[in-house]
T-cell receptor, first 115, second 116 residues
């Protein structure tokens, strides 16, 4: 009955590899997000999709490519992983467009370690 | 542009004493403000939110926050700390540029330690 679920929880991989993180929400929300939390705990938005359409695309290397097959899923694919990509990645969802009075529901995060 | 500043990176209190986590924001529009908590190795949980209704907002686990427009503050308080409150707390402002799109701006977090 998890509201926003991410897989995997932990991911350790070598530099140069390609990896994907999956996210699913069962709340019926219209909008989904990917956030990156760095080593200093600061969260920065990466992408946002509303009803499968990209609406926020922050300055993120184009090695990162989000994909939303339907409004309940938002996956994140990362090509040619670099050491600096090591972080915790949070998926989130909200009802309606971003920032409009609603709190976001977050997943439990995916801790990515690039070695 | 909107921003949020959490004034303390680390706060340490004794169990049973009051908690105060400070947050100031800047906003060109009426903001929506939130507090989230992150326990070690866990996801982010919404504690409470302010969306232009009552200025004193009550959240879960006995936390509350007061929106003070004159001071541009949204400090988080709890009368009596419990050991289970030890976590990282994030103050968050909702960014709205007058249009329909927005963003959540996170503060850098305040780590709360609770001593027995």
């Amino acid at each position: 009955d998890t509201a926003v679920s991410q897989t995997p929880k932990y991911l350790v991989t070598q530099m140069g590899n390609d990896k994907s993180i999956k996210c699913e929400q069962n709340l019926g929300h219209d909008t989904m997000y990917w956030y990156k939390q760095d080593s200093k705990k600061f969260l920065k938005i990466m992408f946002s999709y509303n009803n499968k359409e990209l609406i926020i695309n922050e300055t993120v290397p184009n090695r990162f490519s989000p994909k939303s097959p339907d409004k309940a899923h938002l996956n994140l694919h990362i090509n040619s992983l670099e050491l600096g990509d090591s972080a915790v990645y949070f998926c989130a969802s909200s009802q309606g467009l971003p920032g409009l009075h609603y709190g976001y529901t977050f997943g439990s995060g995916t801790r990515l370690t690039v070695v | 542009a909107q921003s949020v500043t959490q004034l303390d990176s680390h706060v340490s209190v004794s169990e049973g004493t009051p908690v105060l986590l400070r947050c100031n924001y800047s906003s060109s529009y009426s903001p929506s403000l939130f507090w989230y908590v992150q326990h070690p190795n866990k996801g982010l949980q919404l504690l409470l939110k302010y969306t232009s209704a009552a200025t004193l907002v009550k959240g879960i686990n006995g936390f509350e926050a007061e929106f003070k427009k004159s001071e541009t503050s949204f400090h988080l308080t709890k009368p009596s700390a419990h050991m289970s409150d030890a976590a990282e707390y994030f103050c968050v402002v909702s960014e709205r540029d007058g249009g329909s799109q927005g963003n959540l701006i996170f503060g850098k977090g305040t780590k709360l330690s609770v001593k027995p």
